[in-house]
């Protein structure tokens, strides 16, 4: 895959403000892509969109809640108004919630990681969808989904619910678009050190807390955002015009089974 295969392609990352979305959106600038972030924070939105025109004057940000219907149609349509089309779509999006015992779970927490981890997905393919249709040509939507979408630790049975979902809703929608060249994949992070996941260690002991997931890791290390965007550019790109409706991860074998040492 060259830089040229992705040139003027114009791509919405929703969650782009930092972390994995943010890496991706500086990555698609580099290979000479147009690109919307959006996120619901408007000073991170100012500050990301401040250091992406560093690389590319083809940026901008939309405040958006991807949990709203009107917000996703909006910013799709602000894509399509600013650079005249859409090819991709990166559903990156989501939240942490609460991690705990179930009984500690308040419905409250529950609804609104649902509503942003899975609505907003399907919000976002809903809207990127019938403008792929409208152009006619095709397109591609990546997801974020997780390594806890098929592995598990206690606490996490919500979290690993709402990203389970994702892996089934991008196996449906894959084999109904199909036909029209709409490809739908998801991406599985691992450990990758990102805003959301320093968000568990704090600062006096993070170092002593990270050191026996770092142990667990096969490779033994953490991943890095910039190591995500790489395959969400690959399944955006026509190097990868075969391949839908997989969840493929990229976490150094994190959620391979087995007894480590």
Same mark, same amino acid.
């Given at each position: 895959?060259?830089?040229?295969? =992705?040139?003027?392609?114009?791509?919405?990352?929703?969650?782009?403000?930092?972390?994995?979305?943010? &890496?991706? %959106?500086?990555? #698609?600038?580099?290979?000479? =892509?147009?690109?919307?972030?959006?996120? $619901? +924070?408007?000073?991170?939105?100012?500050?990301?969109?401040?250091?992406? +025109?560093?690389?590319?004057?083809?940026?901008? /940000?939309?405040?958006? *809640?991807?949990?709203?219907?009107?917000?996703?149609?909006?910013?799709?349509?602000?894509?399509?108004?600013? !650079?005249? $089309?859409?090819?991709?779509? #990166?559903?990156?999006?989501?939240?942490?919630?609460? #991690?705990?015992?179930?009984? *500690?779970?308040?419905?409250?927490?529950? *609804?609104?990681? =649902?509503?942003?981890?899975?609505?907003?997905?399907?919000?976002?393919?809903? /809207?990127?969808?019938?403008? #792929?249709? $409208?152009?006619? *040509?095709?397109?591609?939507?990546?997801?974020?989904?997780?390594?806890?979408?098929?592995?598990? !630790? &206690?606490?996490?049975?919500? /979290?690993?619910?709402?990203?389970?979902?994702?892996?089934? =809703?991008?196996?449906?929608?894959?084999?109904?678009?199909?036909?029209?060249?709409?490809?739908?994949?998801?991406?599985?992070?691992? /450990?990758?050190?990102?805003?959301?996941?320093?968000? !568990?260690?704090?600062?006096?002991?993070?170092?002593?807390?990270?050191?026996?997931?770092?142990?667990? &890791?096969?490779?033994?290390? !953490?991943?890095?955002?910039?190591?995500? &965007?790489?395959?969400?550019?690959?399944?955006?790109?026509? %190097?990868?015009?075969?391949?839908?409706?997989?969840?493929?991860?990229?976490?150094?074998?994190?959620?391979?089974?087995?007894? +480590?040492?």
């Amino acid at each position: 895959m060259t830089n040229e295969s =992705m040139k003027g392609k114009v791509a919405v990352i929703t969650g782009g403000t930092t972390g994995i979305g943010l &890496a991706t %959106a500086a990555l #698609f600038l580099q290979h000479g =892509m147009k690109v919307v972030i959006a996120g $619901r +924070r408007q000073e991170e939105g100012r500050k990301a969109l401040a250091q992406l +025109r560093q690389i590319s004057q083809e940026v901008d /940000y939309v405040s958006t *809640d991807v949990s709203q219907s009107e917000q996703v149609a909006q910013l799709i349509d602000t894509a399509v108004q600013l !650079f005249g $089309r859409l090819d991709v779509l #990166f559903s990156n999006a989501g939240i942490e919630g609460h #991690f705990g015992p179930i009984g *500690d779970i308040a419905e409250s927490s529950y *609804d609104e990681l =649902m509503h942003i981890n899975v609505k907003g997905v399907w919000l976002g393919a809903k /809207y990127a969808v019938a403008q #792929f249709k $409208r152009q006619g *040509d095709g397109g591609a939507i990546v997801n974020t989904s997780s390594w806890l979408a098929r592995g598990a !630790f &206690a606490g996490s049975a919500i /979290y690993s619910a709402s990203k389970a979902a994702l892996d089934a =809703m991008t196996r449906g929608l894959a084999v109904e678009l199909a036909a029209e060249n709409i490809r739908v994949n998801n991406v599985q992070p691992g /450990y990758i050190h990102t805003p959301m996941f320093d968000r !568990f260690f704090p600062a006096e002991n993070g170092e002593a807390l990270m050191a026996p997931l770092r142990k667990h &890791a096969p490779m033994g290390r !953490f991943g890095t955002s910039e190591e995500v &965007a790489e395959l969400v550019l690959w399944l955006s790109s026509p %190097a990868a015009r075969f391949v839908t409706g997989e969840s493929i991860a990229v976490d150094g074998g994190l959620a391979i089974g087995g007894q +480590r040492m």
